[in-house]
Structures are given as C-alpha cells and as structure tokens.
C-alpha cells in the first residue's frame, strides 16, 4: 500500500447492462427481487457508498459507484453482486476502479517548507 490509501478511499464503477427480461417481470417482481437483492449485500452497506445512476449512453443501462476503504471490500461486493439475485437480469460489463485524491490545496501543503 501507499501513503495514499491510508487516507483514501478507493472508488468502484461497474457499468452494467439490465435484460429485457427484469422488465418483464413488472413492479411486483422488481421489487421482490430487489428486497432479495439489498439482504444478499446488507453486509456491505457500512463500508460501502452506492449510487445508481443512469445515463443517455445505449452502451450501458446502469452505472453503480461503490466506495470503500480497501479494494477488497470493492472485491467482495462486486462478487456477491455477480452471484446474487439480480445477477440473473443485470450483467457487469465493465469495472473501473480507482482512488480519491486528496483536496489539491492539502495535498500540496506537505510537500512544500514550512
């Protein structure tokens, strides 16, 4: 490890795509798979920050940011992600993970004389 993730957290992005067939399964079945889908990754909701998003891109029907103090942590929910429920409907097609910098201004102060 670095300096760097002492401090920081690191950041995943899974780019995702849904299958017509989750659609088709209607509110009701969205939602039972949904409440299956938040206990499979309850365990997670305190290391973890998520955040579904959308965009106009076709590419992708779901972007999902997590963030956590160890890569492993970004590991762990992805795998479960992959071997839960909603995993039959939604496909990770691309993950990139990264870390937070720190603010520019305090970064810089401890490199410079005091």
Known sequence: MHDLADKNKYVGFLF???SP???ALGR???HEISA???RDLGRFAKQLTHVVCTGVNGKYDQVT???ADTLEEINAAATAFRMGNKA???EIVDI???MKAPPRGLANRSSQPG
């Open 65 to 67: 940011m997590v963030e």
């Open 36 to 38: 299956e889908h938040a």
């Open 21 to 23: 067939e989750y659609f």
């Open 16 to 18: 995702m795509r849904i």
């Open 88 to 90: 039959r409907y939604i």
């Open 28 to 30: 009701e079945g969205i």
């Open 96 to 98: 990139v993970v990264g």
